[in-house]
């Protein structure tokens, strides 16, 4: 009976492969999508505030607090801007990085850049956010220490900082994808539209920027979304403000549905802005 199995999926590899990846499949869908249909579901709980205890009971009551109390409606919208700041950062520093990477450098360096790209993200996370401490520290700190001659100060610990924290975590994200965009950018195309008389600038927001474009949104799904749920650079760099993923953590212990409901802000927020860029075509040009 085996043999015959075997013989069978040889024959047809369409089965064979639906077959390799089945497994993987349930597993996602059990281990992940599971998981996020629990949180969701945990969200319309509510906690005994007598014994802790949750009370297994549908209710909107964790929602209504998210959206009136001005605190909460005030961290949404924070990490909602920082998110934002962070992609449009890394957008503005990684074009120009990749575009030097893909058609500037010589063949032989392009490796090299790339595994420049790449190092930071062999170091570990907290490593690099207690460097950024270091430097952004106050009156102590290296960037007053050499920069505080000419007049630049660091910003110190807050919403500034946390933007530049994020900022240099993700950029590899952003530059490696627009990268990727660029090499499959044809060199004709650039050379026609400098042969029909087209400058530099003009040539990159019509020929280069639209074919990009896909790339760029898929660079900006990683720095978004790791913003948003980001809560370890806000609590080392970010002095008293709070992002979402701050509020999850304290909440996690002593109300699990508020916690649950903070968690799926998130959550819906990706979900409508993968909308957003389906909408857009730009998925189906990766």
Same mark, same amino acid.
């Given at each position: ?5 075997? *013989? ?21 869908? &059990? ?9 969701? #579901?945990?969200?319309?709980? *509510?906690?005994? !505030? ?6 297994? @009971? ?36 990684? &074009? ?13 360096? %392009? ?12 170091? !570990?996370?907290?490593?690099? &956010? ?15 220490? $050499? ?28 530059? $490696? ?21 087209? %400058? ?27 913003? $948003? ?5 806000? @609590? ?5 403000? @709070? ?6 953590? @304290? ?15 998130? #959550? ?5 802005? $993968?909308?957003? #860029? ?9």
């Amino acid at each position: 009976m085996l043999t015959n199995i075997a *013989t069978w999926m040889h024959k047809h590899p369409r089965a064979r492969l639906a077959a390799l990846l089945f497994a993987p499949t349930v597993w996602l869908v &059990i281990a992940y999508l599971g998981a996020l249909a629990a949180l969701l #579901v945990t969200a319309f709980f *509510t906690i005994d !505030s007598f014994t802790g205890n949750v009370i297994y @009971q549908f209710n909107l009551g964790n929602f209504h607090d998210l959206f009136t109390d001005p605190a909460y409606k005030n961290v949404v919208l924070r990490t909602l801007g920082i998110a934002i700041g962070v992609t449009l950062i890394c957008s503005v520093l990684a &074009i120009p990085m990749a575009i030097y990477m893909a058609k500037i450098a010589k063949p032989r360096n %392009k490796k090299f850049l790339v595994a420049l790209v790449l190092t930071p993200l062999w170091a !570990s996370y907290l490593v690099k &956010i207690y460097a950024w401490r270091t430097m952004l520290e106050p009156g102590t700190g290296v960037i007053d220490w $050499l920069l505080g001659p000419l007049g630049i100060h660091s910003p110190g610990f807050g919403g500034p900082a946390i933007i530049i924290g994020l900022s240099y975590l993700w950029l590899p994200y952003m530059i $490696l994808p627009i990268y990727a965009g660029l090499e499959r950018l044809p060199n004709n195309l650039l050379d026609a539209s400098s042969d029909l008389g087209a %400058k530099n600038f003009h040539t990159f927001r019509s020929v280069v920027l639209p074919l990009i474009f896909p790339s760029i949104v898929a660079g900006s799904m990683f720095t978004f979304s790791l913003s $948003l749920g980001d809560y370890i650079t806000a @609590q080392i760099i970010g002095g008293k403000l @709070q992002m979402l993923g701050n509020v999850v953590y @304290q909440n996690f212990s002593i109300n699990l549905p508020f916690a649950a409901t903070i968690a799926a802000v998130p #959550v819906l927020i990706m979900a409508f802005y $993968l909308w957003l #860029v389906r909408r857009t075509g730009a998925l189906a040009d990766l």
